[in-house]
């Protein structure tokens, strides 16, 4: 009987033999340090122990191989769960060093998909994945320092991430910050960037900490540049949100000169930055300093949209005008305003 190659494999746990096999009759141009991708039940486990080889043992080019075979693999919660209980989290934590900024790329990536679950994030904290991801937004790639950041905004979508981002010596909100106004970081990196601050923005806790990062004027020029797009418009708005909604948050919006961003978010044509546009002034009406220069600054705008037909952002514009109203001639201006019935509807009478 003929044996053929399609028949012949090396079935053990050893690296060797997890190579293809090179005896006759097998291809003459077959690389010997080429790692083949691994199939059935071990698969998992198998790239796991070939990304966690030592430096001097596996080629970059190999090495960025294995981990997309593996992210290729992260594709439901089993396998991620299979990853991160067989220590995939330390080997991607040091590769997070690697010299070649594609493997740098793909640990970030490879990262981000574990940190979807709960164990994944808790092995990434316990490696000291935070430092190393922290350190990755100064890449000098421009898509490994994207990869850090986005990374950086899925570990911070659970209490548990975002608790240990706020708690890390790395200073993570400071470096974003940098990272947010570095001309070299791309359109993505920002959005995560931004995505993490409005994660990390949802505690007193956090509050503080972005409030010494100086968030509050970063988030502003954001969202007046006129490159911003749509998607990072309604991160900054839904940033300013969580800002104005904390009494010192607040007060550092209205000092940093937030009213006429906010007021020209309310003219937007997309909902969401409406929504979270009147949620932020909604809170910052409560500051007495406030209310006045809110009237001043977007008191058409805001009756313009007292009836709008999403009514989370018509009971936000009420409560808006409510709150602004407290004070005598930022009352007085409203009313100018209003119709008969909507003075009913605004003052009860």
């Known amino acids: 009987m003929t044996t053929t190659h399609a028949a012949r494999y090396g079935a053990s ?55 997309r075979y593996l992210l290729s693999l992260l594709t439901n919660q089993e396998t991620k769960s299979e990853a ?43 490696a000291d994945g935070i430092p190393a991801l922290t350190y990755a937004l100064k890449d000098a790639s421009t898509e490994a320092r994207e990869a850090a950041s986005q990374c950086l905004e899925v570990v911070s979508s659970g209490p548990s991430g975002e608790a240990a981002l706020l708690a890390s010596p790395a200073r993570v909100l400071f470096e974003i910050v940098a990272m947010l106004e570095d001309a070299i970081s791309s359109s993505r990196a920002v959005l995560a960037g931004v995505g993490t601050l409005c994660n990390c923005t949802t505690s ?40 104005c909604h904390h009494p010192y948050g607040k007060v550092q919006v209205h000092e940093a000169d937030g009213i006429p961003v906010l007021t020209e978010m309310l003219t937007s044509p997309i909902e969401s930055i409406q929504q979270q546009a009147a949620a932020a002034f909604m809170g910052l009406t409560l500051e007495e300093d406030a ?23 018509a009971e936000n514009v009420l409560a808006t005008i409510q709150n602004a109203c407290e004070h005598p001639e930022a009352r007085r201006l409203v009313e100018l305003l209003l119709t008969e019935i909507d003075m009913d509807y605004v003052f009860g009478f």
């Open 84 to 126: 991160v209980s067989y220590g995939a989290a330390p080997y991607l934590v040091h590769l997070l060093g690697n010299s070649d900024p594609y493997v740098r790329q793909l640990t970030s990536q490879t990262l981000m998909s574990l940190a979807d679950l709960m164990s994944g994030r808790a092995a990434i904290v316990e």
């Open 204 to 243: 007193d806790q956090g509050i503080f900490v972005a409030l010494d990062a100086q968030v509050p004027p970063t988030i502003l020029k954001l969202a007046k540049a006129k490159d911003s797009d749509a998607d990072l418009k309604t991160a900054c708005a839904r940033c300013l949100r969580n800002l």
């Open 13 to 67: 746990e050893f690296l060797k033999d997890r190579h293809p096999d090179l005896n006759p009759p097998f291809p003459v141009d077959v690389i010997p340090e080429e790692i083949a991708i691994a199939y059935g039940r071990r698969h998992v486990p198998k790239l796991v122990d070939v990304i966690g080889l030592a430096d001097d043992r596996l080629p970059d080019p190999e090495r960025a191989r294995a981990l």
């Open 291 to 313: 209310k006045l220069p809110t009237i001043h600054s977007a008191a058409k705008q805001l009756v313009a949209i007292l009836h709008h037909e999403n009514p989370d952002v």
